[in-house]
């Protein structure tokens, strides 16, 4: 019976899809250059509020070898504008920009193969489901190794050998994947949370820049403010509202009336 309502369920929101949101056969992912969001918009029915949660409009961009931490009280929106970053909400107004082309209806299936995504309630696979390769098991288990999972469970002919770990080890894991899958975006919805100090350093002094010098894009939700100087760009959002840029070492500050400016150039 959970499985019919289930299913009844996933066909009424296919139904309910705008026309040529379908989704493709095998997206390929596509360059990236540049992404802009421009006067985006999202509303949604928040349950405990009882009334309508709407972000922006948002005015933001993103490049490849640029690390972005998005910071605010909890309940701000943040989760709400990564998923809308990666496409998994649509905006309600304003346009997503990639490499300078406005995203359409038909094109928002292979927009968000730019994305690997870790967030707060991620789902592991038994196997990798990145196309095979000849060295995913070695690049995995160098991984592992970084991680110091090495000895806890090993990547062999694409899968992990187990999956029980406890939640943080997992969440490790997952890093792992987003790493094989080597695509342009990465966006990390507080993946230090449930880390010790040890794995909190290596992710933002290792992890980080070396998707840097790899040319990664990257979005990381953040509340460790003792690693805030090593993004390239803070942005704060707050009931949904982008605030002024903060200055990051050696930069001046950024008035109130120049943050859509700033944020979209």
Not at 117 to 145: K, M, T
Not at 228 to 239: K, N, P
């Amino acid at each position: 019976n959970m499985a019919r309502v289930a299913a009844s369920r996933i066909d009424n929101i296919t139904r309910e899809m705008p026309q040529g949101q379908e989704r493709q056969a095998s997206p390929q992912v596509p360059d990236f250059h540049s992404l802009v969001l421009r006067d985006v918009t999202h509303q949604y029915y928040h349950e405990q509020s009882d009334d309508f949660f709407e972000l922006g409009p948002i005015n933001l961009s993103f490049t490849p070898g640029e690390v972005v931490f998005l910071v605010g009280g909890n309940g701000s929106g943040k989760t709400t504008l990564a998923k809308v970053v990666v496409g998994l909400y649509p905006p309600d107004g304003g346009e997503v920009l990639l490499n300078g082309e406005r995203v359409e209806a038909d094109g928002w299936d292979a927009y968000r193969q730019l994305f690997s995504v870790v967030f707060s309630d991620f789902h592991l696979f038994e196997r990798l489901l990145e196309a095979p390769r000849e060295d995913l098991d070695e690049e995995g288990n160098r991984l592992l190794a970084k991680l110091h999972l090495q000895h806890k469970v090993r990547v062999e002919n694409g899968a992990f050998t187990t999956q029980s770990l406890s939640q943080g080890q997992r969440k490790r894991l997952a890093l792992v994947v987003a790493y094989l899958e080597d695509r342009p975006f990465l966006v990390f919805d507080e993946w230090a949370a449930d880390q010790d100090p040890l794995f909190k350093e290596v992710f933002y002094c290792e992890v980080l820049p070396e998707l840097k010098r790899m040319g990664k894009a990257v979005l990381v939700i953040t509340h460790d403010d003792r690693y805030f100087h090593l993004a390239d760009r803070l942005v704060r959002l707050e009931s949904g509202k982008l605030l002024a840029p903060e200055p990051m070492d050696g930069e001046q500050p950024t008035s109130s009336e120049n943050v859509v400016s700033s944020a979209v150039n």
